[in-house]
């Protein structure tokens, strides 16, 4: 489950919709998409004995802790993450394995044309990442892969932060700013 969107404002100057379309695309499709595909995970995880399924869930780091994305972002982002838990826990017996992954700023076509007039303005996003870099899609794309193999087979319920060792540091950016 790969969804989100951001209207990056200060909790105070979020409008009630916008908050709304916040949760609802960020949340209720992760959490209904599940609830959709759970059937035919059931039928794949079934085929055999040695058959298995599996959800992994693309959240963020702003789901982890404050990253300045603003707080109707972290908060669905944070409730993503809950949801892999909850379900992990109630599907494992049935041999679905629910996982997320929480990616910091990612190389993109979209983030390439956004900064295009001026690719200086990740500068400080590289500075408060600890590896000096934002990451290629291929590099968010890698464990989502290894998440979905057989040598993942007994990893379910994680969040893995793909995120140049943010996470083990601790953002140290502004937050939003009215």
Known sequence: NNVGINIRETALDQTKEEYHRIMSTNTDSTYFLCKLFHPLLLKAATASAQSSACVVNVASCAG???????????????????????LSCEWAKSRIRVNAVAPWMTMTP???DAVKN?????DKVKEWTPMQRLASAQEVADPVV???????????GQCLAIDGGLSAQGFDGPCVTP
């Open 64 to 86: 982890l802790m404050s990253s300045g994305t603003g707080a109707a972002y972290g908060m669905s982002k944070a409730a993503m993450i809950s949801l892999t838990k909850s």
């Open 110 to 112: 979209m983030l390439e």
């Open 118 to 122: 001026n690719p200086s303005a990740l």
């Open 146 to 156: 290894f998440l979905c193999m057989p040598c993942s087979s007994y990893i379910t």
